[in-house]
């Protein structure tokens, strides 16, 4: 059973360079988010997706973006790296959009940003 | 401002029972959940509780006073397995989640 795939686990990147992680779910669940989880803070929203074609912005979403093409895939770029994105990012898929079930999560993608 | 307060860790003995609080100020409410975290993995789905009162899923239990913006989440019969962090999130009227920066609890033999 997949759920929520993400790659690549880790990267370390130089900063000024775009990445993009990608995340892709096999449940056909409406909604999908992308979380950045940092040492004391909670997890934060940087974008999310209540439906295919169709995003919003989260608590932080400075210097991302997402797209949502298909109801499978959900992929996060950053376009011009800064160190303060070192991180480890989650992306997470509910059933239905606006949080109204439990979050399926990916196992992470942790970035280093140099 | 909106705000989950945790404690950041606990020390509890295998076998014995352990509680992890948590405290809410948020612009409403619209249900808690509390989630499990081993280190260097996903979070996964422990509990979710809208009303006030007790939801008992075997050895965990989670407790909501939306009066006094608490929940509590206790595990019983501690096993080493359970030595992971603990996320509280809370879902605001605008059905915004917010999370907690998580409670560590370490299980010792």
């Known amino acids: 059973t997949a759920g929520i795939t993400q790659a690549p686990t880790s990267q370390i990147l130089a900063a000024g360079r775009s990445m993009t992680l990608r995340c892709t779910q096999d449940m056909r669940h409406n909604a999908m988010y992308w979380y950045r989880q940092d040492l004391g803070l909670g997890l934060r929203l940087i974008h999310y997706s209540n439906t295919a074609g169709t995003t919003g912005k989260g608590e932080v979403p400075d210097g991302y973006s997402v797209s949502r093409a298909n109801t499978d895939d959900f992929p996060l770029t950053l376009a011009s790296a800064v160190p303060s994105q070192t991180s480890v990012y989650f992306c997470a898929s509910s059933v239905e959009g606006a949080n109204t079930g439990e979050l399926f999560f990916g196992e992470g993608s942790r970035l280093t940003v140099l | 401002g909106q705000n989950i307060d945790q404690p950041t860790e606990m020390t509890a003995t295998e076998g014995a029972i352990v509680q992890i609080n948590c405290t809410y100020q948020t612009s409403g409410f619209n249900g808690l959940f509390w989630y499990q975290q081993h280190a260097g993995e996903a979070p996964t789905f422990l509990s979710y509780?809208?009303l006030d009162g007790l939801e008992e899923k075997g050895r965990f239990s989670s407790f909501l006073s939306r009066s006094k913006g608490y929940s509590y989440l206790l595990l019983k019969e501690l096993q080493m397995k359970d030595s992971a962090s603990y996320l509280c999130?809370?879902?605001?009227?605008?059905?915004?989640?917010?999370w907690g920066a998580g409670t560590k609890l370490i299980i010792k033999p």
């Open positions: 509780n809208v």
């Open positions: 999130a809370v879902r605001d009227s605008n059905y915004q989640l917010i």
